[in-house]
């Protein structure tokens, strides 16, 4: 991941191009990326679906920044970010999670401002740092039943 003044970047500037301005179109890359993501974490396979995620992360993050106010897009924009928390605590090395939380924060206090984020930054704090067979318990919840969002767009 690479972070540049409190942004993103995951994605190629060809592959962000497309998406750019093309909110249904983003939102149905994004879906797909997340359910590939979760079909890597359920084979284990942290290290794959951690770009994975990444990439995810940076059109949901995309998609809130084109629409600061779409609590739909604010939402996908967190679950995005704790789950993409959980799989960076899972993978073979090591992630400063503390890295996303703090994009995360900013991003929402950028975008909600005068509203306070901290009950919406919350969950994504307990799963970057929590104790982790805690973690595993809430995300498999979590991807259970948030599986029934993935197909929604906007």
């Not at 500037?13 to 797909?32: C, D, F, N, T, V």
């Not at 605590?89 to 090591?94: E, G, H, Q």
Request: proline share 3%; net charge neutral.
């Amino acid at each position: 991941m690479m972070q540049r003044a409190n942004q993103v970047q995951f994605l190629c500037s060809e592959h962000k191009q497309a998406i750019a301005g093309k909110p249904e179109y983003a939102a149905l890359i994004w879906s797909r990326l997340i359910k590939e993501a979760r079909d890597k974490v359920s084979c284990q396979e942290w290290n794959k679906s951690a770009v994975i995620y990444s990439n995810a992360f940076e059109v949901a993050d995309l998609l809130i920044t084109e629409a600061p106010s779409d609590s739909k897009r604010i939402e996908r924009y967190i679950h995005n970010a704790i789950e993409l928390a959980y799989v960076l605590r899972k993978c073979s090395y090591t992630s400063d999670v503390s890295i996303l939380v703090s994009i995360v924060e900013d991003r929402l206090e950028a975008c909600l401002y005068p509203a306070d984020s901290t009950l919406l930054v919350k969950p994504l704090r307990s799963i970057a740092f929590a104790a982790l067979p805690e973690v595993s318990q809430w995300i498999t919840k979590l991807t259970s039943t948030e599986a029934l969002f993935v197909g929604r767009s906007k």
